[in-house]
Structures are given as structure tokens and as C-alpha cells.
């Protein structure tokens, strides 16, 4: 399985909270696309410092909210 490349901005500042960030696997992922005819990933890698801020950071990356997904710590994911 494929996982969805890192979007990295570089005219962003390093955030000295990054180190504190945790990486999950957000898999089974159902897009809320109002019915527009999209290509989006079936599952992501993320890094967020909260469980919490998974939906919004998947939202900022791809313009598209989310109506539900699955996601696991990285190192417990299993392709």
C-alpha cells in the first residue's frame, strides 16, 4: 500500500514543537466531497502533536473535510 506523500512548505518556519509531533497512519479515510468528482488518498501520514488535529490537518492539505477515518501511532501500522 501507497501512502500519501509529506507536503513540506518551505517558505513555513521550523516550529520548535516539531520534535514533539507524533506520526500517524490515517487509513480508511471517508471524504466529505459534496459529490465533486476527486482523486483523494485512501490513506495518509501525518504529523500532528494531537490525535485531535488529524482532521483538520488532512483538511488544510487537501481543501477536503472528512467524515470519518481510522488512524494508528506509525510504528503499530500494519500495510
Known sequence: MCLANDILFEDE???EDEEDSVVYVVYDIDWDTD???V???NV???A???EDELADAMS???GYCVKRFECK?????EA
Open 13 to 15: 518556519e521550523e516550529d
Open 35 to 37: 459529490d465533486d468528482d
Open 39 to 41: 482523486e483523494l488518498p
Open 44 to 46: 495518509m501520514r501525518m
Open 48 to 50: 500532528v502533536m494531537d
Open 60 to 62: 488544510d492539505i487537501t
Open 73 to 77: 501511532l506509525e510504528e503499530e501500522y
